[in-house]
Nanobody
Framework: QVQLVESGGGLVQPGGSLRLSCAASGFTFSNYHMSWYRQAPGKERELVARITSTGSSTTYPDSMKGRSTISRDNAKNTVYLQMNSLKPEDSAVYYC???????????WGQGTQVTVSS
């Protein structure tokens, strides 16, 4: 059974930091590109960060460049997202995504809420 379990969300003040984790099981983690997406109320789901299966390459949208770092530990089947200098507009549900490089299949986690507010 495939599982992606996110953790680390919560309430943080503007300018603060959070580290999200996503623990994977039920598939060969090291064969999959891993990504973080987010979705705020009334908005479309958007990419936050992506890392290739080997960890050799990462991608960030302009809104997150310089403020976030995605990493993975293939020995622990876990992907991380470190976010710094958080803004209220970063508030959203953050989802972990696993995608096979061929596009064959992908999996989603249940999401973790991040709220940036004073």
């Amino acid at each position: 059974q495939v599982q992606l379990v996110e953790s680390g969300g919560g309430l943080v003040q503007p300018g603060g930091s959070l580290r999200l984790s996503c623990a994977a099981s039920g598939f060969t983690f090291s064969n999959y590109h891993m990504s973080w997406y987010r979705q705020a109320p009334g908005k479309e789901r958007e990419l936050v960060a992506r890392i290739t299966s080997t960890g050799s390459s990462t991608t960030y949208p302009d809104s997150m460049k310089g403020r976030s770092t995605i990493s993975r530990d293939n020995a622990k089947n876990t992907v991380y997202l470190q976010m710094n200098s958080l803004k209220p507009e970063d508030s959203a549900v953050y989802y972990c995504n696993a995608a096979h490089p061929t596009g064959w299949r992908q999996f989603w986690g249940q999401g973790t809420q991040v709220t940036v507010s004073s």
